[in-house]
Nanobody, 126 residues
Framework: QVQLVESGGGLVQAGGSLRLSCAASGRTFSSYTMGWFRQAPGKEREFVTA????????YYSESVKGRFTISRDNAKNTVYLQMNSLKPEDTAVYYC???????????????????WGQGTQVTVSS
């Protein structure tokens, strides 16, 4: 049974940092793309960042580029999202996702991901 378990969310002041973790289990993810999405109240779920487990290729949305960093630890089967210079508009529930995206498929569409975590709340106060 595949499980993605997020942790690390919380309340932080604007300009602060948080690191989210996504522990993956239940299958081999070496050919998968791991993504982070977020959903704010009243808004649609949006792509934040993704990493291809096979070669480490990284993708970022324009809204987080330069502030967020995605990384992976192969030994721990864990993906991290380091979030710096947080803004109130980053407030959302953050979801980890995994999908077997071929290299020619972009990582921004949520429909491409088969597995999802339960989400972790990130709140940035002004």
């Amino acid at each position: 049974q595949v499980q993605l378990v997020e942790s690390g969310g919380g309340l932080v002041q604007a300009g602060g940092s948080l690191r989210l973790s996504c522990a993956a289990s239940g299958r081999t993810f070496s050919s998968y793309t791991m993504g982070w999405f977020r959903q704010a109240p009243g808004k649609e779920r949006e792509f934040v960042t993704a990493i291809r487990w096979s070669d480490g290729s990284r993708y970022y949305s324009e809204s987080v580029k330069g502030r967020f960093t995605i990384s992976r630890d192969n030994a721990k089967n864990t993906v991290y999202l380091q979030m710096n210079s947080l803004k109130p508009e980053d407030t959302a529930v953050y979801y980890c996702a995994a999908g077997p995206l071929p290299y020619w498929v972009g990582p921004t569409g949520s429909a491409s991901y088969d597995y999802w975590g339960q989400g972790t709340q990130v709140t940035v106060s002004s």
